[in-house]
């Protein structure tokens, strides 16, 4: 069973599994509103990325098709391809972020990366921008109560300003 997208449409059509067409009801004699459904993805896709500024521009893509219920070809066809949103997608995503610093001087720590999303404390030390320690209470305890544990220092992925990026392990 096929029925039209179109909500005031009362026009479907029956086939068989060999695509054979058993019964249609209804008049279908509007023209499909392919761009308009099409224009509206992308400001979707822009709210989505500024919900979730670390979201993949590629899943965001596919995700808003999905929600919508973009299954038409017509209509995906329409839709400009991803390196064309891409851009727009990075352009909202700086938009959403904050701007980085340029030197480690200009270095601050907002509130949101400070506390857990349970608002826990997770910035523990952070002293003459030298030096930035994270941890929850949670995963101090855990620490604590193991003798056992596992470090990893790295020099390629430090992050900016930083010269190296130091991380332990239960």
Known sequence: LF??????CSAYITVDTNN???RTSGVHNHLVKIDEKAKSIIPGMKRKIEEDPSSNTTSVKSRTCYFRKVKEACVVGKLPCLADVRSTLYRTRL???PV???SVEQLQIPT?????INQQQFLIYHMNKNIVVYGSPTGLQTLQQNSHWNTD???????MYFSQSYSIHV
């Open 100 to 102: 980085l610093p340029k």
């Open 95 to 97: 938009e959403t972020l």
């Open 112 to 116: 949101s990366m400070a506390v857990t």
């Open 20 to 22: 054979n067409v058993i």
């Open 153 to 159: 220092g790295t020099f390629k992925t430090a992050p």
């Open 3 to 8: 029925k039209c997208t179109i909500n005031k």
